[in-house]
């Protein structure tokens, strides 16, 4: 990771459907952080949301993908994260380089050193210092999600998510120390205890009160 401080970068991940939006609104109010999310939180970034997601859009190829995914990386950074985390704030983000790793890698099946080398390039190594992962089931979050036909990676089917989650808890599995992996089976009220509890005892209760 770059040198930086003093704020704190704390990513949300999980599945779509598993609750991770909720809890990062929740997480960021209660310790006064930033909220912001992947991918969309530039003007660059909307456009691009809309490209990779929407189903009337033209297709995207998994590289093309990738690279896009990226780029709403590069660009949130420039504008929002890093200039908070410069500022002293302390940033929480649904969404950011694991989900890249879980869905292009796991879940297209690209290869994750050579993701791991495009996502060191656009962040410029800038990893947080906690990922939270919300574990559900695919069927679980599948049940969540309801029947509609939601964007292109909620179409890919509960195979594709399954590799998402399985991927998911390999990462958390192999880098123990920098992320926590919450069950988010129980009430959204218990889980936030649960990410709060965690979250807390790793980095603090916040800028101002850690
Ligand atoms: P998200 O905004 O969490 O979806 P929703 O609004 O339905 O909660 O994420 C949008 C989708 O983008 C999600 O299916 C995961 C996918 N995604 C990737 O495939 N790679 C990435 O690097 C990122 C940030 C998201």
């Keep these: ?50 490209l ?13 993908e990738a690279l896009l995914m990226a780029a709403d990386r590069a660009q949130h950074l420039a504008e929002v994260v890093v200039p908070a985390l410069d500022a002293g704030a302390w940033v929480v983000t649904d969404r950011y380089a694991a989900s890249t790793l879980a869905y292009q890698g796991f879940g ?38 309801g029947r509609g036909a939601g964007d292109r990676f909620e179409a890919q089917g509960i195979t594709f998510q399954q590799r998402v989650a399985d991927g998911y808890r390999l990462l958390a599995a192999e880098e123990a120390t920098s992320w926590l992996v919450i069950d988010g089976a129980p009430g959204a009220e218990a889980v936030a205890e649960a990410v709060w509890s965690g979250v807390t005892a790793t980095l603090g209760e916040g800028p101002g009160r850690g």
């Design 52 to 64: 990779l997601l929407d189903t009337d859009q033209a297709p995207v190829s998994e590289r093309a």
């Design 108 to 145: 297209r099946g690209i290869d994750r050193g050579e993701l791991a080398t495009l996502i060191e390039w656009a962040t410029r190594g800038l990893a947080p210092d906690l990922t939270v992962l919300i574990d559900v089931p695919a069927e679980t979050a599948a049940d969540r999600r």
């Design 1 to 50: 990771m770059t040198a930086r401080a003093p704020g704190r970068l704390i990513a949300l991940e999980g599945i779509d459907g598993c609750g991770k939006s909720t809890q990062a609104k929740l997480l960021a109010d209660r310790l006064g952080a930033l909220l912001t999310f992947e991918p969309g939180a530039t003007i660059l970034g909307q456009s691009l949301r809309r």
